[in-house]
């Protein structure tokens, strides 16, 4: 599932569902291409923080065309 590497900062959930427009995610590395949960992520959530101590595996190309007033934050 796309979204098993992320979680809902206000409420802490392992993972997010189909809800649209969420206030900010935290992304944490899947240990395989992390690509699909950040595009994700971006796209559902106004804020993305990506802790410092995470490592993101980007292997796949990301099409953010479109995407207006999106962060993506280090934490």
């Known amino acids: 599932m796309l979204l098993s590497s992320l979680t809902r900062v206000t409420l802490g959930l392992a993972s997010l569902g189909a809800v649209a427009a969420q206030t900010g995610c935290t992304l944490t590395s899947s240990g ?8 994700q992520a971006v796209q559902s959530c106004a804020t993305t923080q990506i802790p410092k101590d995470v490592t993101l595996n980007v292997a796949t190309r990301m099409n953010m065309t479109g995407l207006v ?5 280090g934490c």
């Open 32 to 39: 395989g291409d992390d690509a699909p949960a950040l595009l």
């Open 69 to 73: 007033d999106k962060r993506i934050v």
